[in-house]
């Protein structure tokens, strides 16, 4: 459990180095960990348990902490902050890699446009960044999170999107990888990563998306969980 200023008492994991730890203690925040019904360790060990292994081997810490179905709204950034505190209190770099799966790009691209700072890297498996497009403004889960009407997300949309929010990302450099299949129907690539990588490539920004034919957004795919390039690129840009 982890004591959280901003939201009480929540599961959490760190899965610390397997060995050695890398010059710097290197960690990757991740997104979303979504503890099982029946408690006990988040449910992450199918989705990157793969990403996991291969960073911890090589000195990087990986840590998440379980907030619900948040959609990146303020509360939910404020214990991803209370994690990221108590990570760099107990020593770990203030420069984290971001890891978003699904709907956890909604957190990480929300909390890293907060912190453009103290992200060293973004890499993405069919990460949400279209709060439109994932889980739709009609949600009423993503109306309760943010405590907003349909009307009043649409209106807030330009400011609050996370497509929108990549700015200053992307003024201190930081680089950014996704992997996303072409037919995923769940989180469609075109208002997704292809979007941001438009807005990116649009600000200076660096990002690689890598498309993947005819893939959709369930299973455990070789390319989605096991990419070598995107273990590399975390490797590369957080230690």
Same mark, same amino acid.
């Given at each position: 459990?982890?004591?959280?200023?901003?939201?009480?008492?929540?599961?959490?994991?760190?899965?610390?180095?397997?060995?050695?730890?890398?010059?710097?203690?290197?960690?990757?925040?991740?997104?979303?960990?979504?503890?099982?019904?029946?408690?006990?360790?988040?449910?992450?060990?199918? %989705?990157?348990?793969?990403?996991?292994?291969?960073? @911890?081997? *090589?000195?990087? /810490?990986?840590? $998440? !902490?379980? &907030?619900?179905?948040?959609?990146?709204?303020?509360?939910?950034?404020?214990?991803?902050?209370?994690?990221?505190?108590?990570?760099?209190?107990?020593?770990?770099?203030?420069?984290?890699?971001?890891?978003?799966?699904?709907?956890?790009?909604?957190?990480?691209?929300?909390?890293?446009?907060?912190?453009?700072?103290?992200?060293?890297?973004?890499?993405?498996?069919?990460?949400?960044?279209?709060?439109?497009?994932?889980?739709?403004?009609?949600?009423?889960?993503?109306?309760?999170?943010?405590?907003?009407?349909?009307?009043?997300?649409?209106? %807030?949309?330009?400011?609050?999107?996370?497509?929108? @929010?990549? *700015?200053?990302? /992307?003024?201190? $450099? !930081?680089? &950014?990888?996704?992997?996303?299949?072409?037919?995923?129907?769940?989180?469609?690539?075109?208002?997704?990563?292809?979007?941001?990588?438009?807005?990116?490539?649009?600000?200076?920004?660096?990002?690689?998306?890598?498309?993947?034919?005819?893939?959709?957004?369930?299973?455990?795919?070789?390319?989605?969980?096991?990419?070598?390039?995107?273990?590399?690129?975390?490797?590369?840009?957080?230690?």
């Amino acid at each position: 459990m982890f004591a959280s200023a901003s939201g009480g008492e929540r599961k959490a994991f760190i899965y610390h180095p397997t060995g050695v730890a890398a010059p710097g203690r290197p960690w990757v925040m991740y997104a979303p960990t979504l503890a099982p019904d029946a408690g006990g360790t988040p449910d992450i060990e199918l %989705a990157v348990g793969g990403y996991f292994q291969q960073w @911890r081997a *090589a000195g990087i /810490a990986c840590a $998440g !902490v379980d &907030i619900g179905d948040n959609y990146g709204a303020p509360p939910g950034r404020l214990i991803y902050t209370d994690l990221y505190n108590a990570m760099v209190a107990a020593g770990y770099s203030t420069t984290p890699a971001m890891l978003a799966r699904s709907r956890g790009g909604l957190m990480i691209y929300e909390w890293a446009a907060d912190n453009p700072t103290k992200v060293s890297c973004i890499a993405g498996v069919y990460p949400a960044g279209d709060l439109a497009s994932f889980p739709g403004l009609s949600s009423a889960g993503l109306q309760a999170a943010w405590g907003m009407t349909e009307a009043e997300l649409s209106a %807030a949309l330009p400011t609050i999107n996370p497509v929108n @929010r990549l *700015a200053d990302l /992307a003024a201190n $450099g !930081v680089p &950014i990888y996704h992997v996303h299949g072409d037919s995923d129907v769940v989180v469609p690539i075109g208002p997704n990563s292809q979007t941001v990588k438009n807005n990116y490539d649009a600000l200076s920004g660096t990002m690689t998306l890598e498309i993947i034919p005819g893939a959709g957004h369930s299973g455990f795919e070789q390319e989605f969980f096991f990419n070598s390039a995107l273990v590399a690129f975390v490797i590369n840009n957080c230690t």
